[in-house]
């Protein structure tokens, strides 16, 4: 997409005093700037974890707290090359890092997060067979599930524990070096777990590219349905089943038949129990981006003869419909954008047929509409919207000939949106943002030093709108989690005393935990809640701490 926004669109301080960007680091000197991997990132505690490349041949392993002075290099040096973060795992880290010069085929890595604490898992040297892994990936049970390859097959299911016994091939869906892994979803909805089962798409020569579970063993890793029930002249042909969502105790996704197109199914986990949703437009509806919200499921998807638009379901065809149309004044969306819920509404990037801005719904077509309340001509997408407990901040373009990206906030006002960033900035519009304790973290070039790591905030103030009165660090492992979360506070004289979770549209509710020790807890029970990112705030000595960002699938 084009990154074009006309500066007439928002109402803005443009140089709003204390939240100009700051370089954060300069990891790699001069013009080239190092290129900070933003699309493949972690949170763990206060801490983010990213890849960078430190020069011309090497790349490294970092850490920053978003504070000035702590962006730390763990691994890399000389010809060192980390080329993914794979994912969070318990305490750990899990990374795949080689050297292309000595001949050191990739190999999977853990690290606690201290410098030069990377331990070595496994590799894949024997019969020049070798490790290369996509970061899609769940965590379930304590196992970190993935897509890697070695030297006798292809792209396949592959699990870790992270140690050498626990990392192995889960099964070879599509035997030999052929791979199963079907590229038709955003990274971060290629799985979805229900009932003690994952559930993804895979292809195989026999059946096509179907439904598939797995328990985390070869027995149990099966075919759900077989949808497209015609003969595949590939495995990659058949429903190619994509963007998976559990909602209300069943995976929704986005799956193909040639008598429907692509539609909205679900499943219970059975193949009876394997059905379309609604089929949403002749030839196809084309569902993207499911996403549960205040307990329905909303997506986007074609609406007939019109355009893109959102829709909201109860799991029902009669539930399944478009909030707003696009004929009536309804927001025209872009297949796969991200939906974020703030203040107790879903808030999105859309068009109206006059130009792209800031969407939010309640659920009803009249609380549907977009920020500010008369329109403006604009070029793209807002990109990367970020939610925190009173404040929405995304990048866009700052005008029409200035086509520098830069990073704005909004809260439902209107009248409140803000360009924090100096137009002479370019924040890098495909890269996401990220919050890391009292800062906004964005990948972007101010000019002089190449793409790095840039702060928008002011330290010694609350910029982020979260009630900060408290600043222990925190850590929370596993994150994401599923059901429950190990809180790890402070120094031996602080006492916890209370937990709190909220949700990123304000509202909160009180946890139980189970004390370890005087800093550590266990919080149970968060498998009740929707999937999503939740803010987890920790009482020491009966006073509200430094709050963390938990992603509960």
Partial sequence: MKKILLLSLLTINQFFSGYSQTLLSDI???????EPGFDNAVQKGGDIYFVAQSDATSSGLYKTDGTTGNTILLE?????YISMILGVLGDEI??????AFSGEQPALYKTTGDPGAGEFVIDYNQNNDFLIAYPMHIVMDN???FYGAEGNTGYELWRTDGTAAGTYLVK???PGIESSILFTAEKNQFFTELNGYIYFGAAEPVNGAELWRTDGTEAGTTMVANIDPSTPQIAQMGSNPAYFCTYNNAVYFSAYRPVDGRELWKTDGTSAGTVLVKDLAAGDGSPTNLMEHNGSLYFSAY???QNYTLYKSNGTAAGTNAIRQPDNGGPITAPGDAFVSFKGKLFFSADNGQGSNIWYTDGTAAGTNFLPDTPDAIYSYPMNLLATTNYLYFTAVVSETDFNAGVFRTTENPNQMTL??????NANNNQPLWLVNECLLVRGDDGTAGEEIYTVCNQNTQPLGLDETVRTQLSAFPNPCSDKVTITCGSGAEQITGVSLYSTSGNSVRLPFT????QQIVVNGLSTFSSGIYFLTVEVNNTPGLPVKLIVE
């Fill in 143 to 145: 196992v970190l599930y």
């Fill in 420 to 425: 924090l960033t100096a137009q002479t900035f």
């Fill in 94 to 99: 899990l990374y795949i890092a080689g050297n």
């Fill in 76 to 80: 890399g040096g000389s010809n060192a």
């Fill in 515 to 518: 004390q370890l020790n005087q």
């Fill in 172 to 174: 070879d869906i599509n």
């Fill in 28 to 34: 790699r000197p001069g013009l080239d700037g190092s």
């Fill in 303 to 305: 609406y007939p003869d």
